[in-house]
Protein backbone atom coordinates (compact mmCIF):
# COMPACT_ATOMS: atom_id res chain seq x y z
CA UNK A 1 0.00 0.00 0.00
CA UNK A 2 2.85 2.51 0.44
CA UNK A 3 4.99 1.40 -1.80
CA UNK A 4 1.53 2.33 -4.31
CA UNK A 5 1.65 5.82 -2.46
CA UNK A 6 5.05 6.66 -3.28
CA UNK A 7 5.52 5.24 -6.72
CA UNK A 8 2.62 7.09 -7.57
CA UNK A 9 3.83 10.53 -9.50
CA UNK A 10 1.36 13.37 -9.16
CA UNK A 11 1.13 15.61 -12.50
CA UNK A 12 2.22 19.00 -12.32
CA UNK A 13 -0.62 21.73 -12.00
CA UNK A 14 -0.64 23.71 -15.11
CA UNK A 15 0.27 27.00 -14.45
CA UNK A 16 -1.60 30.33 -15.43
CA UNK A 17 -1.92 30.87 -19.25
CA UNK A 18 0.98 33.55 -20.12
CA UNK A 19 0.78 35.78 -23.18
CA UNK A 20 4.52 35.47 -24.98
CA UNK A 21 5.33 36.84 -27.77
CA UNK A 22 5.41 34.16 -30.71
CA UNK A 23 8.89 32.85 -31.94
CA UNK A 24 7.27 30.50 -34.48
CA UNK A 25 4.76 32.43 -36.00
CA UNK A 26 6.59 36.00 -36.39
CA UNK A 27 5.69 38.40 -39.04
CA UNK A 28 7.22 41.21 -37.20
CA UNK A 29 8.03 40.36 -33.34
CA UNK A 30 5.20 38.04 -32.26
CA UNK A 31 2.70 39.73 -30.94
CA UNK A 32 -0.21 39.01 -33.38
CA UNK A 33 1.31 35.07 -33.39
CA UNK A 34 1.22 35.28 -29.35
CA UNK A 35 -2.19 36.74 -29.40
CA UNK A 36 -3.59 33.94 -31.30
CA UNK A 37 -2.23 31.46 -29.16
CA UNK A 38 -3.40 33.02 -26.29
CA UNK A 39 -7.09 33.59 -27.23
CA UNK A 40 -7.21 30.38 -29.59
CA UNK A 41 -7.67 32.68 -32.70
CA UNK A 42 -6.01 32.54 -36.04
CA UNK A 43 -3.61 35.09 -35.89
CA UNK A 44 -4.52 36.35 -39.39
CA UNK A 45 -7.69 38.04 -37.63
CA UNK A 46 -5.54 39.87 -35.07
CA UNK A 47 -2.57 41.15 -37.81
CA UNK A 48 -5.59 42.37 -40.12
CA UNK A 49 -6.88 44.26 -36.86
CA UNK A 50 -3.26 45.34 -36.61
CA UNK A 51 -2.82 46.70 -40.16
CA UNK A 52 -6.35 48.32 -40.23
CA UNK A 53 -5.47 50.42 -37.00
CA UNK A 54 -2.39 51.44 -38.30
CA UNK A 55 -4.25 52.77 -41.37
CA UNK A 56 -7.08 54.30 -39.78
CA UNK A 57 -5.35 56.75 -36.91
CA UNK A 58 -1.95 54.92 -36.07
CA UNK A 59 -3.14 53.13 -33.23
CA UNK A 60 -2.02 50.17 -34.15
CA UNK A 61 1.36 50.98 -34.37
CA UNK A 62 2.05 52.10 -30.84
CA UNK A 63 -0.13 49.87 -29.26
CA UNK A 64 2.06 47.09 -31.37
CA UNK A 65 5.08 49.09 -30.07
CA UNK A 66 3.60 48.52 -26.47
CA UNK A 67 3.01 45.16 -26.74
CA UNK A 68 7.14 44.42 -27.87
CA UNK A 69 8.02 46.73 -24.93
CA UNK A 70 5.47 45.01 -22.82
CA UNK A 71 4.94 41.02 -23.61
CA UNK A 72 7.90 38.94 -22.97
CA UNK A 73 9.35 36.86 -25.74
CA UNK A 74 8.60 33.29 -25.30
CA UNK A 75 11.72 31.95 -25.26
CA UNK A 76 13.14 34.91 -22.81
CA UNK A 77 15.40 34.22 -20.36
CA UNK A 78 13.33 36.76 -17.24
CA UNK A 79 16.39 36.97 -15.49
CA UNK A 80 18.20 38.72 -19.14
CA UNK A 81 15.31 41.43 -19.07
CA UNK A 82 15.50 43.19 -15.60
CA UNK A 83 12.69 45.80 -14.49
CA UNK A 84 14.83 48.74 -14.77
CA UNK A 85 15.49 47.56 -18.43
CA UNK A 86 11.71 47.03 -19.10
CA UNK A 87 10.48 50.72 -17.45
CA UNK A 88 12.90 51.40 -19.51
CA UNK A 89 11.43 50.73 -22.48
CA UNK A 90 7.65 51.78 -21.46
CA UNK A 91 9.61 55.38 -20.89
CA UNK A 92 10.33 55.19 -24.55
CA UNK A 93 6.80 54.19 -25.34
CA UNK A 94 5.07 56.84 -23.65
CA UNK A 95 7.15 59.10 -25.28
CA UNK A 96 7.04 57.61 -28.68
CA UNK A 97 3.09 57.88 -28.22
CA UNK A 98 3.09 61.31 -27.16
CA UNK A 99 5.03 62.14 -30.61
CA UNK A 100 2.93 60.49 -32.69
CA UNK A 101 -0.11 61.92 -30.85
CA UNK A 102 1.05 65.04 -31.75
CA UNK A 103 2.09 64.15 -35.32
CA UNK A 104 -1.38 62.36 -36.35
CA UNK A 105 -3.84 64.82 -34.22
CA UNK A 106 -2.53 67.48 -36.34
CA UNK A 107 -2.65 69.72 -33.20
CA UNK A 108 -0.03 72.17 -32.45
CA UNK A 109 2.98 70.36 -29.77
CA UNK A 110 2.10 72.57 -26.75
CA UNK A 111 4.50 73.81 -24.63
CA UNK A 112 3.10 71.92 -21.26
CA UNK A 113 4.52 68.68 -22.48
CA UNK A 114 7.78 70.09 -22.09
CA UNK A 115 7.72 69.42 -18.03
CA UNK A 116 6.10 66.23 -17.70
CA UNK A 117 8.49 64.80 -20.68
CA UNK A 118 11.50 66.22 -19.36
CA UNK A 119 10.70 64.44 -16.45
CA UNK A 120 9.89 61.33 -18.55
CA UNK A 121 13.24 61.70 -19.96
CA UNK A 122 15.34 62.12 -16.47
CA UNK A 123 13.00 59.03 -15.19
CA UNK A 124 15.02 57.26 -18.42
CA UNK A 125 18.32 58.33 -18.02
CA UNK A 126 18.07 57.17 -14.24
CA UNK A 127 16.72 53.74 -15.45
CA UNK A 128 19.54 53.99 -17.97
CA UNK A 129 22.07 54.23 -15.12
CA UNK A 130 20.82 51.60 -12.73
CA UNK A 131 20.85 49.21 -15.62
CA UNK A 132 24.74 50.34 -16.09
CA UNK A 133 25.07 49.81 -12.40
CA UNK A 134 22.79 46.46 -12.75
CA UNK A 135 25.36 44.99 -14.92
CA UNK A 136 28.62 45.70 -12.86
CA UNK A 137 27.40 45.00 -9.65
CA UNK A 138 30.21 42.63 -9.38
CA UNK A 139 32.13 46.19 -10.32
CA UNK A 140 34.60 47.07 -6.94
CA UNK A 141 34.06 50.83 -4.89
CA UNK A 142 36.68 52.57 -7.54
CA UNK A 143 35.06 51.08 -10.45
CA UNK A 144 31.84 52.51 -9.20
CA UNK A 145 33.83 55.62 -8.60
CA UNK A 146 35.09 56.11 -11.72
CA UNK A 147 31.66 55.37 -13.36
CA UNK A 148 30.10 57.98 -11.49
CA UNK A 149 33.42 60.26 -12.41
CA UNK A 150 32.52 59.50 -15.98
CA UNK A 151 28.99 60.14 -15.70
CA UNK A 152 29.33 63.85 -14.00
CA UNK A 153 31.88 64.59 -16.51
CA UNK A 154 29.42 63.60 -19.57
CA UNK A 155 26.89 65.79 -17.60
CA UNK A 156 28.86 68.81 -17.42
CA UNK A 157 30.65 68.31 -20.86
CA UNK A 158 26.67 67.83 -22.48
CA UNK A 159 25.61 71.25 -21.08
CA UNK A 160 29.11 73.31 -22.14
CA UNK A 161 27.77 71.18 -25.73
CA UNK A 162 24.28 72.64 -25.30
CA UNK A 163 25.30 76.21 -24.37
CA UNK A 164 27.85 76.16 -27.25
CA UNK A 165 25.43 74.94 -29.86
CA UNK A 166 22.39 77.28 -28.86
CA UNK A 167 24.53 80.30 -28.27
CA UNK A 168 26.34 79.42 -32.51
CA UNK A 169 22.61 79.04 -33.75
CA UNK A 170 21.25 82.70 -31.78
CA UNK A 171 24.18 84.10 -33.25
CA UNK A 172 23.56 83.80 -36.62
CA UNK A 173 25.54 80.46 -37.17
CA UNK A 174 22.84 78.19 -37.63
CA UNK A 175 24.08 76.88 -40.46
CA UNK A 176 27.56 75.59 -39.02
CA UNK A 177 25.89 74.29 -35.83
CA UNK A 178 23.76 72.10 -37.99
CA UNK A 179 26.43 70.94 -39.47
CA UNK A 180 27.98 70.52 -36.49
CA UNK A 181 24.67 68.09 -35.51
CA UNK A 182 24.93 66.41 -38.45
CA UNK A 183 28.37 65.36 -37.71
CA UNK A 184 27.65 64.23 -34.44
CA UNK A 185 24.77 62.19 -35.85
CA UNK A 186 27.41 60.82 -37.96
CA UNK A 187 29.72 60.15 -35.39
CA UNK A 188 27.25 58.27 -33.26
CA UNK A 189 26.21 56.27 -36.27
CA UNK A 190 29.94 55.30 -36.64
CA UNK A 191 30.60 54.26 -33.04
CA UNK A 192 27.24 51.98 -33.11
CA UNK A 193 29.14 49.39 -35.58
CA UNK A 194 32.68 50.07 -34.61
CA UNK A 195 32.68 50.65 -30.50
CA UNK A 196 31.04 48.02 -28.22
CA UNK A 197 30.00 50.84 -25.36
CA UNK A 198 28.77 54.32 -28.03
CA UNK A 199 25.65 54.72 -25.43
CA UNK A 200 27.71 57.39 -23.31
CA UNK A 201 27.71 59.14 -26.61
CA UNK A 202 23.60 59.63 -27.03
CA UNK A 203 23.78 62.23 -24.42
CA UNK A 204 25.81 65.06 -26.19
CA UNK A 205 24.73 64.17 -29.27
CA UNK A 206 21.01 64.98 -27.73
CA UNK A 207 22.41 68.29 -25.84
CA UNK A 208 23.82 69.65 -28.92
CA UNK A 209 21.16 68.94 -31.33
CA UNK A 210 17.72 69.58 -29.36
CA UNK A 211 19.05 73.32 -28.12
CA UNK A 212 20.21 74.07 -31.73
CA UNK A 213 17.37 72.75 -32.78
CA UNK A 214 14.72 74.95 -29.85
CA UNK A 215 16.71 77.91 -30.65
CA UNK A 216 16.29 77.41 -34.72
CA UNK A 217 12.42 76.70 -34.12
CA UNK A 218 12.08 79.58 -31.79
CA UNK A 219 13.75 81.86 -34.69
CA UNK A 220 15.64 83.01 -31.54
CA UNK A 221 18.41 85.83 -32.65
CA UNK A 222 21.43 87.35 -30.07
CA UNK A 223 22.62 90.62 -32.21
CA UNK A 224 21.54 93.31 -30.87
CA UNK A 225 23.13 92.94 -27.25
CA UNK A 226 21.56 92.24 -23.58
CA UNK A 227 19.84 94.36 -21.12
CA UNK A 228 16.99 96.64 -21.28
CA UNK A 229 16.65 99.34 -23.90
CA UNK A 230 14.10 101.94 -23.13
CA UNK A 231 13.59 104.38 -25.91
CA UNK A 232 11.26 107.48 -25.56
CA UNK A 233 11.19 109.73 -28.44
CA UNK A 234 9.89 112.75 -28.13
CA UNK A 235 9.21 113.73 -31.63
CA UNK A 236 8.37 111.50 -35.06
CA UNK A 237 12.18 112.43 -36.39
CA UNK A 238 12.81 110.84 -33.67
CA UNK A 239 11.34 107.73 -33.92
CA UNK A 240 13.50 104.95 -36.04
CA UNK A 241 11.83 101.81 -37.96
CA UNK A 242 13.55 99.06 -36.14
CA UNK A 243 14.79 98.72 -32.65
CA UNK A 244 16.66 95.28 -31.54
CA UNK A 245 18.22 93.79 -28.23
CA UNK A 246 19.52 90.26 -28.21
CA UNK A 247 18.52 88.80 -24.54
CA UNK A 248 16.98 91.49 -22.21
CA UNK A 249 13.96 93.64 -23.20
CA UNK A 250 13.09 96.42 -25.17
CA UNK A 251 10.26 99.04 -24.62
CA UNK A 252 9.32 101.39 -27.23
CA UNK A 253 7.27 104.30 -25.63
CA UNK A 254 5.82 106.82 -28.23
CA UNK A 255 3.35 108.32 -26.32
CA UNK A 256 5.61 111.22 -26.21
CA UNK A 257 6.05 110.86 -30.33
CA UNK A 258 3.69 112.93 -31.72
CA UNK A 259 2.62 110.84 -34.35
CA UNK A 260 1.08 112.25 -37.52
CA UNK A 261 -2.06 110.44 -39.78
CA UNK A 262 -0.93 107.60 -41.85
CA UNK A 263 0.93 104.48 -41.38
CA UNK A 264 4.18 104.05 -39.49
CA UNK A 265 6.02 100.91 -40.21
CA UNK A 266 7.56 99.70 -36.75
CA UNK A 267 9.87 96.38 -36.32
CA UNK A 268 10.95 95.27 -33.22
CA UNK A 269 13.46 92.02 -32.74
CA UNK A 270 13.99 90.22 -29.31
CA UNK A 271 15.70 86.82 -29.74
CA UNK A 272 14.71 86.29 -25.64
CA UNK A 273 12.56 88.31 -23.20
CA UNK A 274 10.43 91.13 -23.87
CA UNK A 275 9.46 93.66 -26.69
CA UNK A 276 7.25 96.15 -25.00
CA UNK A 277 5.18 99.01 -27.32
CA UNK A 278 3.68 101.41 -25.61
CA UNK A 279 1.07 103.85 -27.45
CA UNK A 280 -0.69 106.55 -26.83
CA UNK A 281 -4.84 106.30 -26.58
CA UNK A 282 -5.40 107.96 -30.32
CA UNK A 283 -3.31 105.01 -32.14
CA UNK A 284 -4.06 102.72 -33.83
CA UNK A 285 -1.89 99.16 -33.96
CA UNK A 286 -1.64 97.07 -36.65
CA UNK A 287 0.10 94.25 -35.52
CA UNK A 288 1.79 91.04 -36.95
CA UNK A 289 3.89 89.45 -34.60
CA UNK A 290 5.94 86.13 -34.40
CA UNK A 291 6.63 84.50 -30.79
CA UNK A 292 8.44 81.10 -31.34
CA UNK A 293 8.26 80.07 -27.79
CA UNK A 294 5.88 82.72 -25.18
CA UNK A 295 3.40 85.34 -25.79
CA UNK A 296 1.43 88.22 -27.89
CA UNK A 297 -0.42 90.28 -25.00
CA UNK A 298 -2.00 93.16 -27.29
CA UNK A 299 -3.96 95.19 -25.37
CA UNK A 300 -7.20 93.02 -24.27
CA UNK A 301 -5.96 90.09 -25.83
CA UNK A 302 -3.79 87.57 -25.09
CA UNK A 303 -2.14 84.59 -27.55
CA UNK A 304 0.61 82.11 -26.24
CA UNK A 305 2.49 78.85 -26.45
CA UNK A 306 4.90 77.90 -29.03
CA UNK A 307 4.81 78.68 -32.91
CA UNK A 308 2.50 81.85 -32.00
CA UNK A 309 1.60 83.75 -35.34
CA UNK A 310 -0.66 86.75 -34.18
CA UNK A 311 -1.57 89.05 -37.20
CA UNK A 312 -4.11 91.93 -36.49
CA UNK A 313 -4.70 94.61 -39.46
CA UNK A 314 -7.15 96.65 -38.22
CA UNK A 315 -8.38 100.44 -39.64
CA UNK A 316 -7.76 103.42 -38.39
CA UNK A 317 -10.41 105.21 -36.70
CA UNK A 318 -11.03 108.73 -38.77
CA UNK A 319 -7.45 110.08 -39.29
CA UNK A 320 -5.85 108.38 -36.17
CA UNK A 321 -1.90 107.49 -36.90
CA UNK A 322 -1.58 103.91 -37.29
CA UNK A 323 1.74 102.33 -36.11
CA UNK A 324 2.12 98.90 -38.59
CA UNK A 325 4.38 96.49 -36.19
CA UNK A 326 6.14 93.77 -37.23
CA UNK A 327 7.42 92.09 -34.17
CA UNK A 328 9.53 89.18 -33.85
CA UNK A 329 10.77 87.29 -30.39
CA UNK A 330 12.18 84.28 -30.30
CA UNK A 331 10.76 83.27 -26.51
CA UNK A 332 9.38 85.58 -24.22
CA UNK A 333 6.56 87.67 -24.85
CA UNK A 334 5.23 91.22 -27.02
CA UNK A 335 3.56 93.23 -25.33
CA UNK A 336 1.55 96.37 -26.70
CA UNK A 337 -0.42 99.25 -24.67
CA UNK A 338 -1.47 101.79 -23.74
CA UNK A 339 0.72 101.90 -20.07
CA UNK A 340 4.26 101.36 -19.73
CA UNK A 341 3.42 99.69 -16.29
CA UNK A 342 1.66 96.95 -18.05
CA UNK A 343 4.83 96.11 -18.85
CA UNK A 344 6.33 95.33 -15.35
CA UNK A 345 2.90 94.03 -13.90
CA UNK A 346 2.86 91.19 -17.07
CA UNK A 347 6.73 90.41 -17.46
CA UNK A 348 6.64 87.02 -18.50
CA UNK A 349 3.79 85.73 -17.28
CA UNK A 350 3.41 83.14 -19.85
CA UNK A 351 0.35 81.17 -20.80
CA UNK A 352 0.97 77.67 -21.73
CA UNK A 353 -1.95 76.53 -23.84
CA UNK A 354 -2.84 78.13 -27.33
CA UNK A 355 -5.73 80.29 -27.07
CA UNK A 356 -6.87 83.95 -26.72
CA UNK A 357 -8.70 85.71 -23.64
CA UNK A 358 -9.74 88.80 -23.17
CA UNK A 359 -7.29 90.04 -19.93
CA UNK A 360 -7.44 94.06 -19.20
CA UNK A 361 -9.94 96.18 -19.71
CA UNK A 362 -7.37 98.48 -22.71
CA UNK A 363 -8.77 98.30 -26.28
CA UNK A 364 -6.87 98.95 -28.99
CA UNK A 365 -8.41 102.60 -29.42
CA UNK A 366 -7.19 104.43 -32.19
CA UNK A 367 -8.83 101.96 -34.88
CA UNK A 368 -12.17 100.99 -36.17
CA UNK A 369 -13.93 99.58 -33.39
CA UNK A 370 -15.11 96.12 -35.58
CA UNK A 371 -11.87 95.24 -36.47
CA UNK A 372 -10.09 96.77 -33.45
CA UNK A 373 -11.66 93.77 -31.03
CA UNK A 374 -10.92 91.55 -33.18
CA UNK B 1 23.98 35.22 -34.27
CA UNK B 2 25.47 38.30 -33.06
CA UNK B 3 24.27 41.89 -33.58
CA UNK B 4 27.44 43.68 -35.03
CA UNK B 5 26.01 47.41 -34.07
CA UNK B 6 24.38 48.99 -30.89
CA UNK B 7 20.44 49.24 -32.02
CA UNK B 8 19.82 52.55 -29.28
CA UNK B 9 22.89 54.22 -31.35
CA UNK B 10 22.09 54.15 -34.34
CA UNK B 11 18.00 54.77 -33.52
CA UNK B 12 19.52 58.18 -31.70
CA UNK B 13 22.08 58.81 -34.66
CA UNK B 14 19.20 58.60 -36.83
CA UNK B 15 17.45 61.04 -35.20
CA UNK B 16 19.84 63.42 -34.32
CA UNK B 17 20.73 63.59 -37.68
CA UNK B 18 17.43 64.30 -39.27
CA UNK B 19 17.67 67.05 -36.48
CA UNK B 20 20.69 68.29 -38.18
CA UNK B 21 18.93 68.21 -41.62
CA UNK B 22 16.23 70.11 -40.35
CA UNK B 23 18.39 72.96 -38.60
CA UNK B 24 20.13 72.76 -42.06
CA UNK B 25 17.50 73.47 -44.28
CA UNK B 26 15.91 76.23 -41.57
CA UNK B 27 18.97 78.05 -41.71
CA UNK B 28 19.64 77.88 -45.52
CA UNK B 29 15.75 79.19 -45.48
CA UNK B 30 14.58 76.21 -47.31
CA UNK B 31 11.95 75.47 -45.03
CA UNK B 32 10.80 77.10 -41.88
CA UNK B 33 11.46 74.89 -38.78
CA UNK B 34 8.76 74.51 -36.17
CA UNK B 35 7.71 73.77 -32.75
CA UNK B 36 4.97 71.48 -34.65
CA UNK B 37 7.90 69.51 -35.89
CA UNK B 38 10.70 70.07 -33.90
CA UNK B 39 8.50 68.56 -30.65
CA UNK B 40 7.46 65.31 -32.11
CA UNK B 41 10.49 64.68 -33.49
CA UNK B 42 12.78 65.27 -30.11
CA UNK B 43 10.21 62.81 -28.18
CA UNK B 44 10.51 59.94 -31.10
CA UNK B 45 14.51 60.15 -30.79
CA UNK B 46 14.66 60.38 -27.06
CA UNK B 47 11.40 57.62 -27.11
CA UNK B 48 12.97 55.16 -29.57
CA UNK B 49 16.16 55.66 -28.25
CA UNK B 50 14.82 54.50 -24.65
CA UNK B 51 12.87 51.80 -26.33
CA UNK B 52 16.03 49.89 -27.76
CA UNK B 53 17.93 50.65 -24.82
CA UNK B 54 15.25 48.91 -22.67
CA UNK B 55 15.30 45.93 -25.34
CA UNK B 56 18.47 45.31 -26.16
CA UNK B 57 21.84 44.96 -24.41
CA UNK B 58 24.78 47.39 -24.84
CA UNK B 59 28.44 45.74 -26.18
Known amino acids: MDSEETTQVQEPAPGPKRLVRSREDRVIAGVCGGLGRYFDVDPVLFRIGAVALVLFGGAGLLLYLAAIALVPDEHADPSKRTLPQRGLAIVGVVLLVVAAGSILSHGPFHLWFAWPLGILVVLGLGIWFLIAADRSSGASVRDTGQRLLLGLLVLVGSAVIAAGGAWLAGTGNGTVAAIAVLAAGGALAVA ?32 GGAGERDYQPVSQDQVRSSYRVGAGRLIVDLRDAHLTPGDHPLKLRVGLGQAVLVVPNNVCVATHAKVGVGQVRSFDRTNGGVDVDWNNQPATAGTNPRVVLDAHVGMGQVL ?39 | MER ?24 TDVIRLRFAVLGPLVCATVGGTLLAMGLTRSG
Open chain 1, 192 to 223: AFTTRSARWLIVPALALAVPVGVVEAAGIDLH
Open chain 1, 336 to 374: ISHTSAAAFEHRFRLRFRDKTTIVTNETNSGCEVSNATR
Open chain 2, 4 to 27: RFDVASLVAALGVSLLGLLVLLDA
